[in-house]
């Protein structure tokens, strides 16, 4: 089976991926657009129709905007915690509200989608009820950890499993320090509860690199305290201080905020 993963957006402005064979796919998050959406998945052949549901990790804006029109207006499936779906339906950003669309899952517990194996975890973070998935399709694990604080002994669990990692690189420590934003906000975004530096996924990802890790890539870069080379070089320098190499041993990507990544094939 060939499966297939593209970013659409990855960033405080938005974030959406599409994972998928040949025929359906799902959706983790949909905060972006949802005529962009639409646009950005005909561009690589890929029609709405074949969406069979939208997963959900929290509920910042960010990753919401479009799940009031997609289930209720497209009738796609939403997925997310139940404490989620309320905090879906709080939001500022949500001019249709989930009704007939939302469908619970609870942390810890798999569910079968045709050929999807999916498995929500909690994650450290400030919106409510926070999730990341673990989702197996034809033998390969992706695993998406999107929004956190820390890596938990829960979240390295999940980590270990993957085949293919999504996993955020938020900040550079040096830039947030010296950057304009407010000090309540720095040490929000610095918190346990907030984002993960570049430094501190690198480091974790050095020190628990496993055989079945193929490809990495850095998601939810921020726009005013991060660059994407930035954040794939400290990736890098950090894993060949442990003698891994990037393009040999595992592949690196650092997602872009606002536009697509290239539309990933794997057999």
């Not at 561009?43 to 960010?62: P, R, Y």
């Not at 939001?91 to 989608?113: F, I, P, R, V």
């Not at 079945?212 to 850095?218: D, G, M, N």
């Amino acid at each position: 089976m060939k499966v297939k993963f593209i970013s659409l957006a990855s960033g405080s402005s938005g974030n959406c991926y599409y994972i998928g064979t040949d025929t359906y796919g799902i959706l983790v998050d949909a905060g972006i657009a949802v005529r962009t959406l639409k646009k950005e998945l005909k561009d690589v052949g890929i029609g709405m129709e074949t969406i069979c549901a939208v997963f959900v990790t929290h509920d910042h804006a960010d990753h919401i905007k479009a799940v009031g029109v997609l289930g209720e207006k497209l009738h796609i499936p939403i997925y997310a915690t139940a404490r989620v779906h309320v905090g879906i339906n709080k939001s500022y950003c949500m001019t249709e509200k989930l009704y007939t669309s939302a469908h619970n899952l609870e942390k810890g517990e798999q569910m079968q989608l045709r050929d999807f194996r999916i498995e929500s975890f909690e994650v450290p973070h400030d919106g409510t009820d926070n999730v990341g998935y673990c989702i197996e399709i034809d033998g390969k694990v992706f695993t998406f950890l999107t929004d956190l604080g820390e890596i938990t002994s829960t979240a390295a669990t999940y980590i270990a499993k993957a085949d293919y990692l999504i996993i955020e690189a938020n900040y550079d420590e040096e830039m947030l320090r010296m950057g304009k934003y407010p000090p309540y906000l720095k040490q929000r975004i610095a918190s346990s509860v907030g984002h993960m530096s570049n430094s501190d996924t690198a480091e974790f990802l050095a020190s628990h690199m496993t055989g079945r890790l193929k490809h990495i890539w850095l998601c939810h870069l921020s726009k005013d305290n991060n660059h994407p080379e930035l954040a794939y070089k400290t990736v890098e320098w950090k894993l060949r201080e442990k003698g891994i190499i990037v393009g040999k041993d595992v592949q690196l990507c650092a997602l872009k905020r606002t536009t697509p990544s290239e539309l990933y094939e794997f057999e």
